[in-house]
C-alpha cells in the first residue's frame, strides 16, 4: 500500500474513534453513478420505519418488508444505540423513516431487471423522510444497500446518524451479470454458509451466484428423475436435497440474486458413473461421460427437467470445458460407434456439446458454455449459447466479432482461488479491453469473479472471496466515467468496505496479504 493510501486510511480511523466530521470523499461501494451530498447530520429516529405510500409495487410478498428488515439489523448490529434523547430534541434532525415508491408492480426476478435507483436524503420534510424511487422491488433493495453504508454509530452521542446530507443518487449497474462462482463438489458448503454468502453479495451489488454444483469429486445434489446420481456424494450428510436447493433459489431472489446452475458435461463428470456406471466409458476410462450411449443423453434431459423445477433463472450452464476425449478412443465400443457415425474424437466432442445444448433449449434455457467449445467450433453453437470467457484474456474481442454473448472470467484477474490475484490485479481487469464497437460491447453481459473449491471448504470460503470480489463488483456495477484509473485512488473506501464487511459478521481478508492470509500483526482493520 502507497504512504498516501495508509495516511488516508489511519485518517479515517482518527475519524470514526473520536466521533469527528466524516471524510469528504463520501464511503460507498460500489461508487454510485451520481452522487451529491452536503455537510449536515440526521440522527436516525428510535421509530425508524416504512412507508410505501403511492408505490405500485404492494410488497405481498414481503420482499421490500424484511430487506428493511436486514438494513436495520445491519445498521444496528455493531454498537448499542441510546435512544433517549434528554431534551426534546429538534425534530428536524430527525430522520423517521424511509420512504419507497416502486414504479412496477412485478417482483419477478430474472436476467435484465431492472434495477436502476434514487435515493434522497434531504433534511427538509415534516417529519424527515429518506426517499427512494426504483423501477423494480430490485432495484429499492439496492438502494437499501447503499443507504446502510450511509449509516453511522457517533461515539460522542451514541447515536445512529446520517451524515453528509442532504444526500442526491441516482444509480443504475453498468453490467446485468454480475457474479460469483461457488463450487460445492470440492468440497461441500453447509446451506448456512452459502446463505452467508448470499447475504454479502447483496451487500457488494453482485447478482448472480453461479452455483458450480457438481464436478468429478463428488455429486451432491438429488435429482428425482436419476434418484442415485447423489450416490457420489462424498458423505450422505454431505448432500441438497430438492427442497435444500430450492430454499437456496428463494434466499438469493429474495435479495434480488439469481442462481445459475451449472452441469458440466461432458467432461468433470466421474462422480455421475458411481450410481449410474454406464455413463462411464468403462470402469477402468470413466469420464468424459459416454458419447455413444443414448442412456447418457436420457439422464441429462432428466436432469435439466428437475433442474427447470427448481432454478428459473433464464440460462443454465453446461460447461464443456477441459474435456480429455482418449477413453472415447481407448474403449473398443465407443472406437467402433464413432466409425460407424463418421466422428473423431474431436467432432464426437461438438456432437456431444451440440446436442446437450438442444435438450437445455427445449427445456426452455439458454445456454452458458466455457470458451473451449467456442474455441473448437464456435460457428456451431446455438447462437442464443453465451460464452464464458477464462483462459485468457483477447477471448472475449472474438467471441463478440462472431456475434454471440460473452462473460469474462479471466482466470489471471478473476480467478479467487488463484491467492496472487490481488485486489488491485481484480479491480483493473477491464471486461470490455479492446471491444470499442457499442453493438459488441452490449454482448459483453458482465463478469465473473471464481471461487473454485479445490482448497475452499466452510473454514475459508468468505476470505478467499472478500474483499477482492468486491474489487470485481465495481468494476462490473460502477460508470466508467467513475471507476478509478490506479487502484491506491480507492484504496481507503474499499478498506471501509472491507472494514464493513467484519463488523456484518463476513470474514473478509487484509487487503495488504496475498488471497486468505491473515492479518500481518497487530493493526486497525483499516489499513490492513
Not at 370 to 388: A, C, I, P, Q, Y
Request: aromatic share 10%; hydrophobic share 40%.
Amino acid at each position: 500500500m502507497t504512504w498516501q493510501s495508509i495516511c488516508l486510511g489511519l485518517m479515517f480511523q482518527l475519524i470514526m474513534v473520536f466521533g469527528a466530521n466524516y471524510p469528504k470523499n463520501i464511503n460507498i461501494w460500489p461508487m454510485p453513478e451520481s452522487v451529491e451530498y452536503g455537510n449536515k447530520t440526521l440522527i436516525i429516529s428510535k421509530d425508524f420505519g416504512l412507508k410505501i405510500d403511492g408505490s405500485k409495487y404492494k410488497d405481498k410478498a414481503g420482499i421490500l418488508k424484511d430487506g428493511f428488515t436486514r438494513l436495520l439489523d445491519v445498521v444496528t448490529s455493531n454498537n448499542v444505540i441510546e435512544y433517549n434523547y434528554g431534551k426534546k430534541v429538534d425534530q428536524s434532525v430527525l430522520l423517521q423513516g424511509i420512504h419507497v415508491v416502486i414504479l412496477s408492480e412485478d417482483d419477478k426476478l430474472q436476467y435484465g431487471v431492472d434495477e436502476s435507483y434514487k435515493l434522497n436524503i434531504h433534511p427538509k420534510g415534516n417529519p424527515n423522510y429518506a426517499y427512494i424511487e426504483a423501477a423494480t422491488v430490485y432495484g429499492a433493495l439496492h438502494a437499501l444497500q447503499t443507504f446502510s453504508q450511509l449509516c453511522h454509530f457517533n461515539l460522542n452521542t451514541r447515536k445512529l446518524v446520517v451524515s453528509q446530507t442532504p444526500i442526491s443518487i441516482t444509480d443504475r449497474p453498468r453490467f446485468s451479470y454480475r457474479g460469483l462462482l461457488i463450487d460445492t463438489s470440492r468440497h461441500y458448503q453447509p446451506l448456512p454458509m452459502i446463505k452467508k454468502v448470499i447475504d454479502s453479495m447483496a451487500y457488494a451489488k453482485l447478482n448472480v451466484l453461479h452455483w458450480h454444483i457438481v464436478d468429478e469429486q463428488s455429486f451432491p445434489l438429488e435429482i428425482p428423475s436419476f434418484p442415485k446420481l447423489w450416490n457420489g456424494a462424498y458423505s450422505r450428510p454431505e448432500r441438497y436435497t430438492v427442497a435444500a436447493a430450492a430454499d437456496i433459489v428463494s434466499y438469493a431472489q429474495r435479495r434480488g440474486i439469481n442462481v445459475l446452475a451449472e452441469l458440466d458435461v461432458p467432461g468433470h463428470a466421474r462422480s455421475w458413473g458411481i450410481g449410474y456406471p454406464a455413463l462411464w466409458p468403462s470402469k477402468t476410462c470413466q469420464e468424459p461421460l459416454d458419447v455413444s450411449n443414448e442412456f447418457t443423453f436420457k439422464l441429462i434431459d432428466g436432469v435439466l427437467s428437475d433442474f427447470s423445477k427448481i432454478f428459473k433463472y433464464r440460462f443454465v450452464h453446461l460447461g464443456g470445458d477441459e474435456v480429455d476425449t482418449s477413453c472415447w478412443n481407448l474403449t473398443p465400443r465407443i472406437r467402433k460407434w464413432l466409425k460407424q457415425k463418421g466422428l473423431n474424437e474431436s467432432t464426437a466432442y461438438e456432437y456431444f456439446v451440440l446436442r446437450a445444448q438442444k435438450i437445455a433449449l427445449s427445456h426452455g434455457y439458454e445456454v452458458i458454455n466455457w470458451e473451449e467449445t467456442f474455441n473448437h467450433f464456435g460457428s456451431k453453437l446455438d447462437r442464443k449459447t453465451v460464452v464464458h470467457n477464462w483462459l485468457g484474456g483477447g477471448v472475449a474481442e472474438q467471441v463478440v466479432k462472431a456475434g454471440l454473448r460473452c462473460i469474462v472470467s479471466n482466470q489471471d484477474k478473476w480467478y479467487l482461488d488463484h491467492l496472487d490475484n490481488d485486489w488491485q490485479t481484480v479491480y483493473m481487469n477491464e471486461p470490455l479491453t479492446n471491444i470499442t464497437k457499442p453493438e459488441q460491447q452490449k454482448l459483453v453481459i458482465g463478469g465473473e469473479v471464481c471461487a473454485w473449491g479445490e482448497h475452499i471448504d466452510g473454514s475459508d470460503i468468505e476470505q478467499t472471496i472478500w474483499p477482492r470480489a468486491a474489487a470485481a463488483a465495481e468494476r462490473l456495477w460502477t460508470h466508467p466515467d467513475k471507476l478509478a484509473k490506479d487502484p491506491n485512488e480507492v484504496t481507503s473506501r474499499i478498506s471501509n468496505f472491507r472494514c464493513l464487511l467484519n463488523q456484518r459478521g463476513v470474514a473478509a481478508a487484509p487487503l495488504d496479504v496475498p488471497g486468505r492470509a491473515a492479518p500481518i500483526g497487530p493493526g486497525s482493520c483499516y489499513f490492513q
